[in-house]
């Protein structure tokens, strides 16, 4: 992190415990709510007219001569002709990938876009009529959750591992039904799955069936199998 970076964040961290008025805080905090409520009513408004979408989460700096970005194309390609469509977060790697796989069939290509300061910038394969942009992560994760019916998670870093282990949780605790998790890249997965078996079911912060939560895969075929098995007896609609 540069110097500049370093003062910006420092300025961030000072405003935060700075001192304001009773008036101040009313003012900023009543505007804060009704953005917050108009990412919610914007996209509900979209996404409740889409129909039966996957999720497909990854990293935005994977690249597109990487074999994930070509399993994440053809994953989202088989989903569409299996009947999904495809919800990214609109930016580019796998997210791009998995939004180019579904506009190649002509499916339902959904783009959760939101502003960072850095490598997230729409992709070009979305449609223009569901390419939505947020400023609140929490407000784009219950737009992911609500209307997925399943989650396909690309080896990615923190973000990835945030809305990971978010679509788990929500499991877990029977806040959403038991929706199929596949994770993709047994390579990539497989330190974090020891780890978590080893260490987490050993301290008993998580029983062993929570790791039955997840399907771990590698090949395209695979990870849409899991979606298609789950849902031979199950009508789709939103999460809750």
Known sequence: MTENNWKEEEEKIKQAFGDKTWAQIKSEESWRIFKIMSEFVEGIDKLSKIGPCVS???????????PYYKIAEEIAAKLVRHGYGVITGGGPGIMEAGNKGAASERGRSVGLNIELPFEQTPNPYIDSDKNMNFDFFFVRKVMFVKYSQGFIIMPGGLGTLDEMFESLTLIQTHKIGRFP?????????SGLIDWMKKTMVAAGNIHEEDLELFALVDTPTEAVRVIDEFYAKYLLKPNF
Do not use: H, M, N, Q
């Not at 497909?56 to 990487?66: L, V």
């Open 56 to 66: 497909i989460f990854g990293s935005a700096r994977t690249s597109p001569e990487s």
């Open 181 to 189: 998790v596949v994770l993709v890249g047994k390579d990539y997965w």
